[in-house]
């Protein structure tokens, strides 16, 4: 039936379809431009840099990077992966963020339409962008996204709440006075940040008394008040739930193929030379050391909360 409706409004307005094929290009296209600026969060931030001055340029020969040489993707194309003065080698994170930018603001558009939330999830996956790759590349989650991205949130849940409505429920059982619905998005928006921190917080200190070591760092609880505060409480717990499965999962399977492919073999076997133990033990020991970075499974996870589980669950339950 709705098929149908939109063919016939194809046929009486013929420039519709076209103008619905033009927004997903422009998100794109606004997309890849964003993911750019992304690209310079991800460099600097970690450094403690200013992600406004200088300009792009060339860490070996720091020569400026041309206008022409700096458009997204294409520029790293039409250089092939190379500086155009002393042919250092650039990383294909650039164009490959730029591109998954690109293709989130449309997947963003597509779910969302022109609506405010498209503005508060277009900045929420971008956020989420630069921690995923922040984490992967030197395990830092930086305070200068997660406390402005908490306030983002916060501000974002006057208008656009998270779905639960727990503090709506919570008013109605007390009977209380249920105040506007704009402090019940702002009471939402809390109650996920404080819940999604104080779970991982309460794991990491778990972890400490077990395993007698640090197990994650603050960034990991920081990162879930700002998802909690743009997902709510029922966001920032399957959150924590995906990304802990993912992360086990890969975790799993690194460890694994490191010691099916030998990985530190010679030091397992020098240390077996001087008493410390067989050397299949000690392999197994040091490859189960290797350490993922949480705050990215954290990011994916909560990627799949806004994009995927609300496509997902209407169909596992019928």
């Given amino acids: 039936m709705g098929h149908a409706c939109c063919a016939r409004a194809l046929r009486r307005y013929p420039g519709c379809g076209t103008f619905n094929a033009v927004i997903p290009f422009f998100f794109f296209l606004f997309g890849i431009c964003i993911g750019s600026f992304l690209n310079v969060c991800i460099s600097r931030i970690p450094e403690g840099l200013s992600i406004v001055s200088p300009g792009s340029r060339c860490p070996r020969c720091l020569k400026p990077i041309k206008p022409y040489d700096n458009v997204p993707i294409l520029g790293w194309l039409w250089l092939r992966g190379k500086c155009r003065n002393c042919r250092l080698p650039i990383s294909p994170m650039y ?35 630069v921690l995923i790759v922040t984490d992967l590349r030197v395990r830092i989650l930086p305070d200068a996204i997660n406390w402005p991205g908490f306030g983002v949130g916060l501000a974002f849940s006057v208008k656009v709440p998270p779905p639960d409505g727990i503090a709506a429920a919570l008013f109605q059982r007390s009977d209380l006075l249920q105040p506007p619905a704009a402090v019940l998005g702002l009471i939402d928006a809390l109650l996920g940040a404080a819940l999604g921190s104080l779970l991982l917080w309460v794991a990491a200190y778990a972890y400490k008394l077990v395993r007698k070591r640090e197990g994650m760092g603050m960034g990991d609880v920081k990162m879930m008040t700002m998802v909690g505060a743009f997902l709510g409480v029922r966001g920032a717990f399957l959150t924590i739930l995906l990304g802990t499965l993912l992360g086990s999962i890969l975790g799993l399977t690194l460890v694994a193929a490191l010691y099916a492919f030998g990985w530190k073999k010679k030091i397992a076997e020098r240390a077996h030379r001087r008493g410390l133990g067989e050397v299949s033990a000690l392999r197994c020991t040091i490859a ?29 339950l019928g």
């Fill in 95 to 129: 164009p490959i963020i730029e591109f998954l930018t690109g293709a989130m603001l449309v997947l963003t558009y597509h779910t969302f339409g022109l609506t405010l939330a498209t503005f508060k999830f277009l900045i929420f996956g971008c956020l989420l962008i």
């Fill in 288 to 316: 189960s050391q290797y350490q993922l970075p949480l705050g990215t499974f954290l990011g994916i996870a909560a990627f799949l909360v806004v994009f995927a589980v609300p496509w997902i669950f209407p169909r596992i």
